[in-house]
């Protein structure tokens, strides 16, 4: 079965923003898709939470869109909407019927230009507020809630800028003023700073000039500070040990590990790795914990992938009711390091591609998806045309190749283990050379 192929047009408005078009017209919806260079790992010691706090604050009003009419403006239309952050970047985005193209446009428009003739020190207050809950609703009262943060804090020393959490310190937070905050925003959300993806239902001539009639007034920021160098050892160069006892149901223990930055083909082969562990009920860690020996409740693999220095694969599994911690931990730990002597064989090997497949294809079917991953690939890699080739890339990897990256990243000097007890207490940090 041949890989499709995305069409797209990429160029760059005089203002420097990057304007990449798909056109569909298999079905009448556009997705509008803006990606910021700008995340967690752009903040400064004393300043974090920053990129996050503006993921909420961008719906907050700008010169011409009302406190949340942006998002009722985009429902009213017909169309669904949100932002995220994370440590390398910022994105918002609309789906909406095709024919509501413009409105789109110009809301993320609006408030890229305009935000800073609306914020006030009433809704960062607010804002500020709503952050802090998000914190204690998604990691301080959500049991194991602090994984996330945690093997960060353990994979990245504290001086790299992947060592904080996206969502910042509250105490940063709390000490930002207006000032600070107004500062962070005009150094980078600007065009050139910025990539806007539109897939669907368009004319590339029409997204064209729409782009330069709404974005093309905003100027450029020519002076954005470069980040630190984020260079790191491929290995951590030890274990580390953490057990934290808090308010969970179950003993689970994860382990997590520097891996190749996105881009690397090892991180290819490492995916594939995570696909044959874990992807799925046939998969390795599956029928040994699982299904056949029934130590853990579940598992998993996976990786998140980074451009700064070193990405990340993390996994767990959530401990049986009366078996060890200790137990689990081992049988999970062999079946990493029996991938890394032991080469797949050719079934393990066509299913870990054919569920790959099935992910990469199942997420190009969508006009949100193409969009963010144009906007993903390039402002992370400078290469849109990743769309059409990480797929043949997948399919590419030997099991040679993913007998070689477990080998190199699934070392005991550079794994981070993190065990979960259901105990009050305050946790207990222990490093093994």
């Known amino acids: 079965m041949p890989v499709p192929v995305v069409e797209f047009s990429d160029e760059r408005l005089p203002n420097g923003l990057r304007l990449i078009v798909a056109e569909d017209h298999l079905a009448p919806v556009v997705a509008v898709n803006l990606w910021y260079d700008v995340g967690s790992k752009h903040e400064v ?31 009213g239309a017909g169309g669904t909407l949100n932002g995220t952050t994370w440590l390398d970047r910022t994105n918002y985005f609309e789906t909406l019927p095709s024919h509501q193209l ?58 790299h800028p992947y060592h904080h959490p996206t969502i910042g310190s509250m105490e940063d937070l709390d000490a930002a003023s207006l000032d600070d905050v107004k500062a962070f925003f005009a150094t980078y959300y600007a065009p050139n700073n910025a990539v806007l993806s539109v897939a669907g239902d368009c004319d590339r001539a029409t997204v064209r000039a729409l782009a330069e009639k709404y974005f093309g007034p905003i ?73 056949d020996e029934r130590l853990a409740q579940d598992v998993a693999v996976f990786t998140l992938p980074f451009i700064g220095g ?72 400078d290469d849109p045309g990743l769309i059409n080739t990480l797929l043949p890339r997948y399919l590419s990897v030997t099991a040679e190749q993913i007998s070689d990256a477990a080998r190199d990243v699934f070392r005991a000097d550079n794994r981070v283990v993190l065990t979960y ?3 009050a207490g305050t946790a207990t940090t222990e490093e093994a050379a």
Not at 46 to 58: S, W
Not at 128 to 157: A, M
Not at 227 to 247: K, Q, W, Y
Request: proline letters at 6%; aromatic letters at 6%.
């Open 310 to 381: 070193a990405s990340v694969c993390i996994g767990w599994a959530t401990v049986r009711p009366g078996v060890e911690i200790a137990t689990v931990e081992a049988a999970y730990l062999e079946e990493l390091e029996k991938l890394a002597s032991e080469v797949p064989t050719a079934d393990e090997l066509a299913r870990a591609k054919a569920l790959t497949e099935a992910d990469e294809l199942g997420a190009l079917a969508r006009v949100e998806e193409r969009a963010d991953r144009l906007s993903m690939y390039a402002t992370l890699c």
């Open 102 to 159: 413009e409105l789109a446009i110009w809301l993320e428009a609006d408030r890229m230009g305009t935000l800073l003739e609306a914020l006030s020190q009433e809704n960062l207050d607010n804002q500020r507020e709503v952050v802090k809950n998000e914190k204690r609703w998604s990691y301080d009262n959500r049991p194991y809630g602090t994984w996330n943060e945690k093997i960060l804090g353990h994979l990245f020393p504290e001086e």
């Open 219 to 291: 100027p450029a920021n020519p002076d954005i500070p470069p980040l630190p160098d984020m260079s790191l050892p491929a290995i951590i160069g030890t274990e580390i040990r953490e057990t934290v006892e808090d308010r969970v149901p179950l003993p689970r223990v994860y382990v997590g590990f520097r891996a190749p930055v996105f881009g690397d083909r090892r991180l290819d082969a490492l995916d594939l790795a995570a696909q044959l562990l874990a992807g799925g009920k046939g998969s390795r860690l599956h029928r040994r914990l699982v299904r």
């Open 45 to 75: 010691p004393g300043k974090t939470g920053f990129a996050h706090l503006f993921e909420h604050v961008m719906f907050q009003g700008s010169a011409h869109v009302g406190k949340a009419e942006h998002m009722a403006l985009v429902q």
């Open 421 to 423: 007890v259901p105990q």
